[in-house]
């Protein structure tokens, strides 16, 4: 018998069959023994590709698509989203490296972030990589490091704009903030960076992640391009790249609905040939992280025990807040709430409500909160959605010192 059926309303991307889920095609029991070991992420390879697919088909052809690989910096993973976009955005030396090991030309890779250390400008400018400056401090350094290596830098200023991303799940842009250089102080520091020899080859402009309101981040867009090109007269040289940023979220919890992206590809499309004849020879670029590959990946735990404490049931898995800090809802959830989570080997069946922990020795390590579950036993496998982001390396895997978890791309 064969059913193929949505586990949850918003979770139609993992087709059940004979009562068990299939990652990459593959029933999770399966994976499971392949991976040879519990906790596991797997994301598919087939659902990174849709999504990128989906995605060109409503953006404008001439519109760049950038993966931050801060979401999932898994050396295989970033090659293979390397061969599907057209730049990488990095926000350290370490992931400067996975960038260029996946084959990315150096040029189209972008380093941002606060506090980028003298030897982590040289290897992005030795690379021939482009940095982008956060700070006056990263300015006079980037020019100090080009006169010693005998390199002009690629340099592009990430700027703080004045305005934020309505409603956005983590903001940052928009009043004081420790990312970019604001604004108003831009013109002063493009002077600067002509003083000293560099030429300021574009902006970065982000203001918000995790949105699910077409009309906010159309709004953003807009202001950011506005900006832009308010800054670009200052410019003493050709621009060459403009990031206008991302903030295109994912549906995590209950009631949430996907973000429709043709209203903003139909926003772009307009406002693009502008910016191009504005600025000739830019090339426009947005961003992104969660979306490109947060629902193409699942977190995968065993049941371990299973207890009745005063009438609450309790699954303990093998799997908890060290490798999924994001799904325990300390990651930067205020009121908590659950991820969305199957009983992969039993999808259907009757149902009981439950908490699914971890091992760890804390209250905090909870997977989901009486939830209604298929009854589940010591054996069976626990699956947690939306989990191809912000999931391994954004976790504390060295918290009780569990063994690290595995991460298969199939
Ligand atoms: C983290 C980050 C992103 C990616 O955010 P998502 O919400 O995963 O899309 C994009 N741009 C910058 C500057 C970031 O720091």
């Known amino acids: 018998?064969?059913?193929?059926?949505?586990?949850?309303?918003?979770?139609?991307?993992?087709?059940?069959?004979?009562?068990?889920?299939?990652?990459?095609?593959?029933?999770?029991?399966?994976?499971?023994?392949?991976?040879?070991?519990?906790?596991?992420?797997a994301y598919d390879r087939a659902l990174i590709d849709a999504r990128v697919r989906h995605l060109r088909s409503h953006l404008p052809a001439e519109l760049e698509l950038h993966f931050s690989i801060k979401a999932n910096p898994m050396p295989a993973l970033v090659s293979h989203v390397a061969r599907l976009v057209d730049g990488l955005d990095v926000a350290s030396g370490g992931e400067l490296k996975v960038a260029l090991d996946s084959g990315m030309?150096?040029?189209?890779?972008?380093?941002?972030?606060?506090?980028?250390?003298?030897?982590?400008?040289?290897?992005?400018?030795?690379?021939?990589?482009?940095?982008?400056?956060?700070?006056?401090?990263?300015?006079?350094?980037?020019?100090?490091?080009?006169?010693?290596?005998?390199?002009?830098?690629r340099l592009v200023l990430r700027i703080n704009p004045d305005f934020e991303l309505k409603g956005s799940?983590?903001?940052?842009?928009?009043?004081?903030?420790?990312?970019?250089?604001?604004?108003?102080?831009?013109?002063?520091?493009?002077?600067?960076?002509?003083e000293l020899g560099l030429q300021v080859g574009g902006f970065h402009i982000f203001s918000g992640s995790q949105s699910l309101k077409a009309e906010a981040i159309v709004e953003a867009q807009a202001q950011t391009v506005e900006l832009a090109l308010r800054l670009a007269d200052h410019a003493r040289s050709p621009l060459q790249m403009?990031?206008?940023?991302?903030?295109?979220?994912?549906?995590?919890f209950p009631g949430e609905?996907?973000?429709?992206?043709?209203?903003?590809?139909?926003?772009?499309?307009?406002?693009?040939?502008?910016?191009?004849?504005?600025?000739?020879?830019?090339?426009?670029?947005?961003?992104?992280?969660?979306?490109?590959?947060?629902?193409?990946?699942?977190?995968?735990?065993?049941?371990?025990?299973?207890?009745?404490?005063?009438?609450?049931?309790?699954?303990?898995?093998?799997?908890?807040l060290h490798h999924h800090l994001?799904?325990?809802?300390?990651?930067?959830?205020?009121?908590?709430?659950?991820?969305?989570?199957?009983?992969?080997?039993?999808?259907?069946?009757?149902?009981?409500?439950?908490?699914?922990?971890?091992?760890?020795?804390?209250p905090l390590d909870l997977l989901a909160e009486r939830m209604e579950l298929p009854q589940a036993d010591v054996g069976d496998l626990v699956v947690v959605f939306q989990s191809g982001a912000y999931g391994r390396t954004a976790s504390p895997a060295a918290f009780l010192s569990h063994p690290d978890v595995v991460e298969v791309l199939v």
């Open 1 to 41: 018998m064969s059913t193929n059926k949505p586990v949850h309303a918003e979770q139609t991307l993992y087709p059940v069959i004979d009562n068990c889920l299939q990652v990459g095609g593959i029933p999770l029991t399966r994976l499971a023994q392949r991976v040879g070991s519990t906790p596991f992420y």
């Open 105 to 153: 030309a150096p040029e189209r890779i972008s380093f941002a972030g606060p506090g980028k250390g003298d030897a982590e400008l040289a290897q992005a400018v030795a690379a021939g990589a482009w940095v982008h400056a956060e700070s006056e401090r990263e300015i006079r350094a980037l020019a100090r490091i080009g006169d010693q290596l005998g390199i002009a830098p």
């Open 169 to 194: 799940g983590m903001r940052m842009g928009g009043g004081a903030k420790q990312f970019g250089i604001d604004a108003e102080d831009a013109p002063r520091l493009m002077g600067l960076a002509t």
């Open 242 to 252: 403009l990031n206008i940023g991302g903030g295109f979220g994912i549906p995590y």
């Open 257 to 320: 609905a996907p973000l429709d992206i043709a209203p903003i590809g139909a926003r772009l499309a307009d406002s693009l040939p502008r910016v191009k004849a504005a600025l000739p020879g830019v090339q426009v670029a947005v961003e992104m992280g969660r979306y490109l590959v947060g629902e193409a990946g699942v977190y995968v735990a065993r049941v371990v025990d299973r207890k009745v404490s005063r009438g609450q049931v309790f699954l303990v898995t093998d799997g908890g």
């Open 326 to 362: 994001a799904a325990s809802g300390n990651f930067g959830q205020v009121i908590r709430k659950n991820y969305p989570v199957a009983i992969g080997n039993r999808v259907d069946g009757p149902k009981e409500a439950v908490s699914v922990v971890g091992p760890l020795c804390t």
